[in-house]
């Protein structure tokens, strides 16, 4: 069936470091792939999409790019801030359905001044 | 506009007791989804309800479990005769619609320990 695996974390990084977390994904066909992010305390939120091969999906100065050839959609930064502290988690739509969300395990960042 | 809400954060039931999560959508979301995040697992979905109807509960376990979205009032995940295997931390996430063009927003998940 459809899964996602991404790095594993924890990931502690110093003030504008750069950061990759991984992700790679096994999929029938080519699905919408997704990065969430969960803050202390609070839901997941939609951080970035993307919604075929090649797109790069970007916020908040986060990027990940849609690679078909590699099954991957990493996650990077150029240079991280405290406030992305946070857990990251990467999804994608499965089982024939486009609600249906599976994720990673999530990876923890924490960013230290 | 207020989030997704979820009652309680935090929930602690004995083996036996049953447990009700709640769930209430963003204003104007008529679509519910309710997922599970077991210990170092990622979050898996169980089940999606529109008002007063059950479209696809592929994910729920075949017992003990039940979820219901009235026409009025939170969405409800009930789990009977908790077991530890049910500890886990349980997600709600609503849409405005459910055909996957708009984003699912997330509560902050119930976080459920059974002693």
């Known amino acids: 069936g459809d899964s996602v695996t991404q790095m594993e974390g924890p990931v502690t990084l110093s003030e504008e470091a750069c950061l990759t977390i991984?992700?790679?994904?096994?999929?029938?066909?080519?699905?919408?792939l997704f990065w969430y992010v969960q803050y202390p305390g609070e839901g997941l939120q939609l951080l970035l999409k993307?919604?075929?091969?090649?797109d790069k999906g970007s916020n908040k100065g986060f990027e990940a790019t849609y690679r078909k050839e590699t099954t991957s959609f990493h996650l990077e930064k150029g240079s991280v801030q405290v406030s992305d502290s946070a857990v990251y988690f990467c999804?994608?739509?499965?089982?024939?359905?486009?609600?249906?969300?599976?994720f990673g395990k999530g990876t923890l960042l924490t960013v230290n001044p | 506009n207020a989030g997704v809400m979820q009652n309680p954060r935090h929930l602690v039931r004995r083996r036996g007791q049953e447990a009700r999560l709640r769930c209430s959508p963003m204003k104007g979301h008529s679509h519910v989804y309710w997922y599970r995040q077991l210990p170092e697992e990622g979050l898996k979905f169980m089940v999606y309800l529109q008002k007063e109807n059950i479209i696809d509960e592929s994910g729920m376990p075949k017992e003990r479990f039940s979820a219901e979205f009235p026409k009025e009032g939170p969405s409800i995940l009930r789990i009977q005769q908790v077991v530890r295997g049910d500890s886990a931390a349980y997600f709600c996430a609503s849409s405005p619609w459910g055909d996957g063009s708009y984003e699912q927003y997330f509560g902050p998940g119930t976080r459920l320990t059974v002693t």
């Open positions: 993307a919604t075929k091969a090649d």
């Open positions: 991984n992700c790679t994904y096994t999929a029938t066909g080519y699905p919408s």
């Open positions: 999804a994608l739509p499965s089982g024939g359905s486009n609600y249906k969300l599976t």
